[in-house]
């Protein structure tokens, strides 16, 4: 509630907007996780084995292709969100800085609690973010494009180097 109020008050009416509507898919994608009860024997992660490796916080890391779906996806919905943000700052000729977003520092949209820890989707989402936010805000597409469908995605290339799995042998 402080966050809104100082955005009101600082006529910041697009990044207000924006804000509220990041909380509300929030608020959505929690009520739709907790409507069902999710069975950990039926997953297939589980019983899948790891085909990558990844390195995270100075060491290397394994995952299946769920893990690493999940990563991949993390990079995408920050991109998403961080091309919102920079552009309602944009809008609202407000001093582009991605660090000062509530979204930046949330970084847990499209987080389901499985597959990897918080630690590392919230890294993935910031670095998605980042460029999202550098595009919307430069009004260009550096890291990413505009799908057919009105979402941005990141570049595939872009993706992998920010991922950097490899497969294992």
Request: charged share 20%; hydrophobic share 20%; proline share 2%.
């Given at each position: 509630?402080?966050?809104?109020?100082?955005?009101?008050?600082?006529r910041?009416?697009?990044?207000?907007?924006?804000?509220?509507?990041?909380?509300q898919?929030?608020?959505?994608?929690?009520?739709?996780?907790?409507?069902?009860?999710?069975?950990?024997?039926?997953?297939?992660?589980?019983?899948?084995?790891?085909?990558?490796r990844?390195?995270?916080?100075?060491?290397?890391?394994s995952?299946?292709?769920?893990?690493?779906?999940?990563?991949?996806?993390?990079?995408?919905?920050?991109?998403?969100?961080?091309?919102?943000?920079?552009?309602?700052?944009?809008?609202?000729?407000?001093?582009g800085?991605?660090?000062?977003?509530?979204?930046?520092?949330?970084?847990?949209y499209?987080?389901?609690?499985?597959?990897?820890?918080?630690?590392?989707?919230?890294?993935?989402?910031?670095?998605?973010?980042q460029?999202?936010?550098?595009?919307?805000?430069?009004?260009?597409?550096?890291?990413?494009?505009r799908?057919?469908?009105?979402?941005?995605?990141?570049?595939?290339?872009?993706?992998?180097?920010i991922?950097?799995?490899?497969?294992?042998?």
């Amino acid at each position: 509630m402080q966050r809104a109020r100082q955005l009101q008050q600082q006529r910041r009416t697009n990044q207000y907007r924006y804000q509220d509507q990041y909380n509300q898919r929030l608020r959505q994608q929690y009520v739709s996780w907790n409507s069902g009860r999710y069975n950990y024997y039926n997953d297939p992660f589980y019983s899948t084995p790891a085909s990558y490796r990844y390195q995270f916080g100075g060491q290397w890391h394994s995952t299946n292709r769920y893990g690493a779906n999940l990563m991949q996806q993390a990079v995408d919905h920050g991109y998403q969100e961080g091309m919102r943000a920079g552009q309602a700052d944009r809008y609202d000729g407000w001093r582009g800085d991605y660090r000062d977003n509530y979204a930046y520092q949330d970084a847990g949209y499209g987080y389901n609690g499985r597959y990897i820890s918080p630690a590392e989707y919230q890294y993935y989402f910031r670095q998605g973010f980042q460029r999202g936010y550098q595009d919307g805000y430069g009004d260009r597409y550096d890291y990413g494009y505009r799908r057919n469908d009105g979402n941005y995605a990141i570049i595939a290339a872009v993706l992998a180097t920010i991922v950097g799995l490899q497969l294992l042998n």
